[in-house]
């Protein structure tokens, strides 16, 4: 009896995961518009003020309809992060971020670019998932969750990185804000193409790098340098006890 309720409930469940993969197939929405601000609870650089985000318009022209790019507004300027830079691309089921990160006021920059793919069977109409590729660990890896309060208007961007409690902000939606007006870091764009344009799949070598700091000093990050970066963190260690305590 027992094993028949047991194997009737993971039916169940199946069907429902199933459901939920066919229902959301991309993870774009129609609350993913605008310019939404709100202040970090928990970072690697610890809680700080002023954070932004504004999900950029797309014609369906100009990009695929399936493509959205999302950008930070401002330099983090109460931060030891200070000129730093963040976009997020979707296209298709894949996210990709790239994070043009510095410690001496844009002197210069490491950029961190993580590949994310959309885990529909997670996902809802206001929860939208990404995780790593699974052949490099999947959601044990990387996992990255926007959730939408429709009531509230407010965004909630949660990361964990290795199963660690990597960020978690809460923005509130700025209607009066017109997207279309928000300065475009061209620069910092650039800098982003560049890089990933030498990874795989891209291949782009023939590009060059417009940017203010020269391209020696815009390098990818490694496990030596995310260690340096670490180093250059003040209150580190109380930062990462406060993340990996806050949801206890």
């Excluded at 518009?33 to 318009?57: E, K």
């Excluded at 401002?74 to 990160?101: A, E, H, N, R």
Aim: proline fraction near 5%.
């Amino acid at each position: 009896m027992f094993e028949s309720l047991f194997v009737a409930q993971v039916a169940l469940i199946n069907a429902l995961v199933v459901t939920q993969a066919r229902e959301y197939p991309s993870p774009l929405r129609s609350w993913q518009n605008g310019f939404f601000a709100g202040n970090p609870q928990y970072s690697p650089v610890g809680a700080f003020q002023n954070y932004s985000m504004i999900f950029r318009n797309n014609d369906g022209v100009t990009d695929p309809d399936s493509f959205l790019m999302i950008e930070t507004v401002g330099d983090f300027p109460s931060t030891v992060m200070s000129k730093s830079y963040q976009q997020w691309t979707i296209y298709g089921t894949q996210l990709t971020y790239c994070g043009l990160l510095t410690f001496d006021e844009g002197k210069s920059y490491k950029a961190a670019s993580p590949q994310f793919v959309y885990q529909p069977q997670l996902s809802s109409e206001n929860e939208v998932y990404f995780c790593a590729d699974p052949r490099a660990g999947g959601c044990g890896t990387f996992w990255w969750l926007w959730k939408y309060d429709s009531e509230n208007k407010q965004l909630m961007s949660n990361v964990t990185v290795g199963g660690i409690p990597h960020e978690l902000t809460f923005l509130d939606f700025y209607p009066a804000v017109n997207a279309d007006e928000v300065q475009v870091e061209q620069q910092f764009r650039d800098a982003c193409s560049y890089l990933l344009g030498q990874q795989n799949p891209y291949n782009y070598n023939w590009m060059t790098l417009n940017f203010t700091a020269s391209a020696s000093d815009c390098t990818m990050l490694d496990a030596h340098s995310r260690q340096r970066l670490k180093d250059n963190i003040p209150n580190y260690h109380r930062h990462y006890e406060h993340r990996v305590n806050y949801h206890q």
